[in-house]
């Protein structure tokens, strides 16, 4: 989970430089959402597994 959770930020990087870099003409703001929304969930997972240790 940790993994995924740097991979989607990464994502998330990847996402908001195409949008201030216009190289894409789409709306980026529904993708950045989404993206931020996994980013939390995978955090809480890691942290809560971390606890349960």
Not at 16 to 43: C, F, H, S, V, W
């Amino acid at each position: 989970m940790a993994i995924a959770s740097k991979e989607a930020r990464e994502t998330g990087y990847w996402l908001r430089l195409i949008e201030k870099g216009k190289i894409i003409r789409a709306d980026m703001k529904p993708y950045l959402n989404e993206i931020e929304q996994i980013i939390k969930i995978l955090t809480k997972i890691v942290k809560t597994s971390q606890q349960n240790l």
